[in-house]
């Protein structure tokens, strides 16, 4: 296990590495960090002595490897429209985010893992016809579509939830605003959370049932039966542990996707979080701001996939071998 | 000797999007106490399914159509899932074919094992386990102890089979089904699994229904043989009357085609033509099309399976 954790984390680092690279590219091509240091009154040839100053004119290769290693130290360079660090604004908008994706991915989770299964015990039901009827509608409908469905239905027409913004927050540690521990705040999370969740929920429920009707026909499953044992024993501990490995993968990767699926709810629902920060820092071409939610979604869609991965393994005894090897 | 498990008149359909097909045509066998019958034939010709159609487990769309599994008395093919359960694993066992797909990956031997006596008596995990440790020492799987706690990847195809073979043998069962149970396994390891369930077999008086298409395999270990071909019966005797003298032509096909039985001649006799699917069975006698023998009565009328001169029971018109 020790020797597949650490190979995973050095996979992650490379992976990394690369982000990190596509991110500069970009910086390197679109930024103009001299604009955002100075004022429209500066003349060519003081901005070419900035420039000068600033290590803008070294080899692409030389500004990459500052660039990485102030990135090491957290310091991924500052916005120019909030005059502040990136990684300070990020941190500030980040518990917001990841906040409705942790939301969002327990709605999936929870009710994809029971419908599934259910859908693919009893494949002739009506409920498990609903399940999979609604799931194709549920797929088919885009998100903000949903949002705006939701925020029309219960908050325009029955009032019921609040149609945009966080709600009361509470601040923990000292920088995560948590929506989370009040009532105003889980109320807010309700509508985006489901908008969110909505494209996921459909696939999960497929990827469930499938993998699950899969499992149910092989042949360690009637062997199974041919022991004698009760039908709840082969489904929840026969067909479904076998279930699991294929839907961790693919769900782990999916999840990880969401956090960047979080731009259109975040839009609608004026979510403050990173996803609005996004696409205000695209209108105000704040390159530095970009490239850096580039980097930090990427390095969270990394984590996720190693977490996956390690929880894989302690799923899988094949792979703990392997490790072990 | 008594019966132990009798097939009567059984039927097995599988219902197709078109039509319906029959797997299994009106067969009647029986196992009596203790016995090893083998059940011979070429993939195809309904062994499994009628092996399976015993327990209830044929995969869907197929189903019982009509006919009688009588075990130990009762009429089990009425029986619904919950008393089906009460016989599958714990009064009769089965082995299956493919020892690598038949243990689930993902759990322990001893959690495969304990789970099935569980399933069938309110025994304590202590005793459950004593028992899965003495199982193990009978299919001579060294530091049983062990294994009990490792996954089936473990362990080669060979001790694989053993354990299936050990978890068959868990709850004394009266019969246990092989299908085709050396089949995946080379050849050297064939002969020490048919040795140990020969062995297990005799000990305990346990009735074997083995399924295979390996007539080596049955002549090793069983007592009758059944020649099964398209679904129906066509040859029911002896062993060693089967082997040495048998009476319809597909069995004579059968036996010609093994080398040591084909004599001097250099190349391997062959039945011209392969079996028919289920839906081309032909009128008559299904082996019409294929058989050297075959008369006008072939065609027409189904030959019924019933004892002839040589004392074995034949299903052939031109066998007197």
Not at chain 1, 37 to 65: C, H, K, M, W
Not at chain 1, 165 to 187: A, I, Q, Y
Not at chain 2, 160 to 175: C, D, F, H, W
Request: charged share 20%; with cysteine.
């Amino acid at each position: 296990m020790f020797a597949f954790t650490v190979r995973r984390i050095l996979q992650a680092i490379v992976v990394m590495l690369v982000i990190s690279f596509i991110g500069f590219a970009i910086k390197h091509n679109f930024g103009d960090p001299v604009r955002e240091l100075v004022g429209e009154r500066v003349t060519p040839e003081e901005r070419a002595q900035i420039r000068e100053r600033l290590g803008l004119n070294d080899p692409f290769l030389v500004q990459y490897s500052r660039f990485l290693v102030d990135a090491l130290h957290g310091d991924l360079g500052r916005s120019f429209f909030f005059k502040r660090p990136v990684t300070e604004v990020i941190l500030s908008k980040a518990p917001a985010t990841l906040e409705l994706v942790f939301c969002a991915s327990l709605i999936v989770i929870l009710l994809s893992v029971p419908a599934g299964i259910h859908a693919a015990i009893y494949p002739r039901r009506l409920l498990s016809r609903f399940i999979m009827g609604s799931s194709i509608v549920g797929v088919s409908i885009p998100v903000f579509l949903t949002a705006i469905m939701l925020i029309y239905i219960f908050s325009v027409e029955l009032g019921w939830l609040p149609s945009f913004g966080r709600g009361e927050t509470v601040l923990l540690f000292g920088f995560w605003e948590s929506g989370l521990l009040t009532k105003d705040g889980l109320l807010h999370l309700i509508m985006p959370s489901v908008a969110l969740s909505s494209i996921m929920l459909p696939l999960f429920i497929r990827l469930v049932r499938s993998e699950m009707m899969e499992v149910l026909e092989s042949e360690y499953v009637k062997f199974a039966w041919a022991k004698g044992l009760q039908p709840r024993r082969v489904w929840y501990v026969h067909a479904f542990k076998n279930t699991l490995l294929p839907v961790i993968t693919v769900g782990g990767v999916q999840l990880g996707i969401m956090v960047a699926f979080t731009i259109l709810t975040e839009t609608v629902f004026q979510w403050q979080g990173m996803g609005s920060m996004f696409i205000e820092s695209v209108s105000r071409a704040d390159t530095a701001l970009m490239v850096s939610y580039i980097v930090v979604v990427g390095a969270i869609f990394v984590v996720v996939n190693t977490m996956v991965d390690l929880i894989y393994g302690l799923v899988n005894p094949t792979v703990r071998v392997a490790g072990r090897q | 000797m008594g019966k132990l498990l009798s097939i009567e008149h059984l039927n097995v359909d599988f219902a197709m999007r078109t039509e319906t097909l029959r797997a299994v045509d009106n067969v009647s066998l029986a196992v009596h106490r203790g016995e090893r019958l083998g059940l011979v034939g070429e993939s195809g010709a309904g062994k499994s399914v009628l092996g399976f159609s015993i327990i209830n487990l044929i995969s869907k769309p197929g189903y019982i159509d009509s006919g009688r599994v009588v075990f130990q008395g009762q009429d089990i093919s009425t029986y619904n899932d919950e008393q089906m359960r009460t016989i599958r694993g714990n009064r009769i066992s089965m082995i299956f074919q493919d020892p690598m797909m038949t243990l689930n990956p993902v759990l322990t031997i001893g959690a495969q094992m304990k789970e099935t006596l569980l399933a069938h008596a309110s025994i304590s995990d202590a005793e459950a386990t004593a028992i899965c440790l003495e199982k193990l020492r009978k299919v001579y799987i060294s530091s049983p102890g062990k294994r009990l706690t490792q996954f089936p990847h473990e362990f080669s195809g060979g001790m694989r089979q053993r354990i299936v073979i050990a978890i068959s043998l868990l709850t004394n069962p009266a019969l246990i089904i092989a299908d085709e149970p050396t089949t995946a396994l080379d050849v050297t390891i064939q002969a020490e699994i048919m040795d140990l369930l020969l062995e297990l077999c005799e000990s305990d008086r346990m009735g074997l229904l083995l399924i295979t298409h390996d007539l080596a395999v049955v002549s090793q270990v069983t007592q009758r043989i059944a020649v099964m071909y398209a679904g129906t019966i066509v040859e029911l005797g002896p062993t060693g009357d089967i082997i040495n003298r048998p009476q319809h032509p597909y069995t004579r096909g059968l036996l010609g085609a093994l080398p040591q039985k084909a004599g001097d001649s250099r190349r391997l006799n062959q039945i011209p033509g392969v079996m028919p699917g289920l839906a081309k069975i032909p009128p008559g006698c299904p082996f019409n099309d294929r058989c050297n023998m075959a008369g006008d009565i072939c065609h027409e009328k189904r030959p019924p399976l019933i004892v002839k001169q040589s004392g074995n029971q034949v299903a052939c018109h031109m066998v007197d």
